[in-house]
């Protein structure tokens, strides 16, 4: 039974209202509960090397479930159990074991949503980009509304708000009809894959990835903080946040419209190129507001256009039978593997350095990707696609 588009933009809205509530917030919680920069660090750090794993531990073990759509329902009832135990914890090795436990269930279910969701909608990115959109669009009401509950209120609040909308995915996930793939021998899955890893541009773009997604550590551990220690609210900062976000709506919108302008290389290196100018005037001039707001627009090209481009490099570098591994993969090494290290790097060093040559470190790893991407993808990448 196909699955209507609606539903995957419903799960998409309420995934990406969740990370609305860890992205900008989870730092401040973390603060809340009179944790260190080094432990706030540290934790965003063990939060993504679950993430390395998971997807490829669940994605290892998909022939034991009748398709993905059961995967992601024992995932999300397993995330909802596991962050239950928040409320029954304020130490460091407690709060740690929370996120590593309701983390290792919650990074299994977008890789099998992703496939799904491209699968359904043959392969087609600008169709892709307008359903991902209302991630976009869950994230931005979560973190205007957040905002101001929080300022109203208290961060306190923030674990109950996140309980809900894991209640909600469940729901959601329940909700959806079976959807069943064939199954290929393990050992020529397996063989088939790995042989896949070996060739220059799938590891190139796997490494162009996790160096995008270290970038973002000092940004997605330590930028509400930041705002916070130069004078900004929790709402102003929720508004800053959303600017951003925004601006990925209207790409993902528009990109159809757009992507013939460049070659799928083309828009890798310009948004690595845009992202590295975003991280280092970030750096400089976090007291400058309107500043901030146009920098933030360039989130438009450090995930909306890097993301809508990475799907399709997914889906051309890896065959149909290898998907589910690839985007497991693709989510482990880049939001896993360069997101751990991004947080725990930007931890170690955000009080010694201070969060200027934080960002601008981050910019410099923004710098390398781009280097690489141009070194390692095909220019023709995109018109090999269309045929």
């Not at 359903?131 to 957040?146: D, E, K, Y």
């Not at 948004?271 to 146009?294: E, F, K």
């Not at 170690?348 to 200027?356: D, K």
Request: proline share 4%; with cysteine.
């Amino acid at each position: 039974m196909p699955v209507s588009p609606s539903r995957f933009a419903l799960f998409y809205a309420l995934y990406f209202a969740l990370l609305g509530c860890i992205a900008p917030f989870w730092g401040l919680y973390l603060k809340h509960l009179s944790f260190t920069a080094v432990e706030i660090g540290s934790l965003m750090a063990l939060f993504g090397v679950v993430r390395i794993l998971a997807p490829n531990m669940w994605a290892a073990q998909s022939r034991r479930f009748r398709g993905p759509v059961q995967m992601v329902r024992m995932a999300g009832l397993l995330t909802l159990v596991c962050f239950s135990l928040i409320y029954a914890t304020q130490s460091f090795y407690g709060v740690a074991a929370v996120m590593i436990a309701y983390g290792f269930f919650w990074a299994a279910m977008l890789p099998q949503y992703e496939v799904l969701c491209m699968q359904s909608l043959s392969n087609q990115v600008d169709r892709y980009s307008r359903v991902r959109m209302w991630g976009s669009v869950g994230f931005i009401v979560s973190v205007v509304l957040l905002g101001a509950v929080l300022q109203a209120l208290s961060i306190s609040v923030l674990p109950a708000v996140m309980w809900a909308l894991m209640f909600c995915i469940v729901a959601n996930a329940w909700l959806m009809p079976h959807v069943n793939h064939p199954v290929r021998p393990e050992n020529q899955t397996d063989q088939q894959f790995w042989r896949r890893l070996l060739k220059g541009p799938v590891a190139g773009f796997i490494l162009l990835n996790i160096l995008l997604q270290l970038s973002f550590g000092p940004y997605y551990t330590f930028f509400s903080i930041y705002l916070d220690e130069a004078g900004y609210s929790a709402s102003l900062t929720g508004v800053i946040w959303c600017v951003g976000v925004i601006a990925e709506v209207v790409l993902f919108w528009q990109f159809g419209r757009i992507m013939h302008l460049l070659s799928w290389r083309g828009w890798v290196v310009l948004s690595l190129v845009l992202t590295a100018v975003r991280w280092m005037l970030t750096g400089y001039l976090i007291g400058s507001l309107w500043v901030l707001m146009l920098l933030q627009i360039l989130h438009a090209f450090s995930f909306g256009v890097m993301h809508a481009v990475s799907m399709r490099y997914v889906q051309t570098l890896f065959p149909d039978h290898l998907q589910g591994r690839a985007q497991a993969l693709y989510s482990s090494v880049s939001f896993g593997l360069g997101g751990a290290v991004g947080a725990w790097v930007s931890g170690l060093l955000w009080e010694p350095l201070g969060g200027t040559l934080v960002f601008v470190l981050a910019g410099a790893a923004s710098l390398a990707g781009a280097v690489i991407a141009w070194l390692s993808l095909s220019p023709d990448e995109q018109r090999q696609s269309r045929q």
